[in-house]
């Protein structure tokens, strides 16, 4: 069974950066595009970044010129660096594959707030 490891959250003022890592065991990243959500209190899980096998980046409006997908395919390791950081990214960072998602990790909480 796949597993995802999401990792890097924490607390940062408005204005700060979190490089967020999600690495993954039983599967090679590098066969699929991944994808980064987030899924804040109350609200449905949204999809905010992701990139394709080619390397290919897409953003949802919100974070655009923000945040920044990448992945390392030696380590299996897709990341997202998240800077300018607002209140209204607070939420709960899950990373997958884009077509049929496998089971969910714990997540990384990211908290903005002075």
């Known amino acids: 069974q796949v597993q995802l490891v999401e990792s890097g959250g924490g607390l940062v003022q408005p204005g700060g950066s979190l490089r967020l890592s999600c690495a993954g065991s039983?599967?090679?990243?590098?066969?699929?595009?991944m994808g980064w959500f987030r899924q804040a209190p109350g609200k449905q899980r949204e999809l905010v970044a992701t990139i394709t096998i080619s390397s290919i980046a897409t953003y949802v409006d919100s974070v655009k010129g923000r945040f920044t997908i990448s992945r390392d395919n030696a380590k299996n390791t897709v990341y997202l660096q998240m800077n300018t950081l607002k209140p209204e990214d607070t939420a709960v960072y899950y990373c997958?594959?884009?077509?049929?998602?496998?089971?969910w990790g714990q997540g990384t909480q990211v908290t903005v707030s002075s």
């Open positions: 997958n594959r884009i077509s049929r998602p496998w089971d």
């Open positions: 039983r599967t090679f990243f590098s066969g699929y595009d």
